[in-house]
T-cell receptor, first 114, second 111 residues
Framework: AQSVTQLGSHVSVSEGALVLLRCNYS??????LFWYVQYPNQGLQLLLK??????LVKGINGFEAEFKKSETSFHLTKPSAHMSDAAEYFC????????????FGAGTRLFVKA | ETGVTQTPRHLVMGMTNKKSLKCEQH?????MYWYKQSAKKPLELMFV???????ENNSVPSRFSPECPNSSHLFLHLHTLQPEDSALYLC??????????FGNGTRLTVT
């Protein structure tokens, strides 16, 4: 069985500050991990994915995430927040690289203050 | 047109109505999905169609009925819905070994 826990339903940062969104997973098999972003009135868009290659994964819009097996974590970071980063972010886990049986976390809404 | 297209974007229906949501993907994917997104809840997978096989979440009420006539089109037929069915319904597609591509959703309000 697989599950995802996102710590904090809301995160607020100032423009230019570090963004850190936390995700912990549980998986009985080697996991594939994803971060998706949802802007208002839109569907989810893939930010980045971990598929057992490099543990530090770079995504779009300057985001990156690090897979830490010992901590069962896959936190999302960005060095400097921009107003356009305000959105909802979803961590997800799957037993394969595809969409089948992807389990999503509850989401973290990111607010960016000017 | 590219990507995953959902129509309508907004739908208001009474509890006795029958309506359908439509999804079309132009990505050549071989799997399509319906998700329900409710406030403060994780995305709920409702149905999956892949290579003419259907997989469904057993907790989805029978008032939701999917149809997948071909690999590019997916419908969700709705009848006698309840107010708690109000949500954003998202369609997605993928290859078996690629991440999900989502449409922009249909915002459903049941009155």
């Amino acid at each position: 069985a697989q599950s995802v826990t996102q710590l904090g339903s809301h995160v607020s940062v100032s423009e230019g500050a570090l963004v850190l969104l936390r995700c912990n997973y549980s998986s009985s098999v080697p996991p594939y991990l994803f971060w998706y972003v949802q802007y208002p009135n839109q569907g989810l868009q893939l930010l980045l994915k971990y598929t057992s290659a490099a543990t530090l994964v770079k995504g779009i819009n300057g985001f990156e995430a690090e897979f830490k097996k010992s901590e069962t974590s896959f936190h999302l970071t960005k060095p400097s927040a921009h107003m356009s980063d305000a959105a909802e972010y979803f961590c997800a886990v799957s037993a394969n690289t595809g969409g089948f049986k992807t389990i999503f976390g509850a989401g973290t809404r990111l607010f960016v203050k000017a | 047109e590219t990507g995953v297209t959902q129509t309508p974007r907004h739908l208001v229906m009474g509890m006795t109505n029958k309506k359908s949501l439509k999804c079309e993907q132009h990505l050549g994917h071989n799997a399509m999905y319906w998700y329900k997104q409710s406030a403060k809840k994780p995305l709920e997978l409702m149905f999956v169609y892949s290579l003419e096989e259907r997989v469904e979440n057993n907790s989805v009420p029978s008032r939701f009925s999917p149809e997948c006539p071909n690999s590019s089109h997916l419908f969700l037929h709705l009848h006698t819905l309840q107010p708690e069915d109000s949500a954003l319904y998202l369609c997605a597609s993928s290859q078996r070994n690629s991440p999900l591509h989502f449409g922009n959703g249909t915002r459903l309000t049941v009155t």
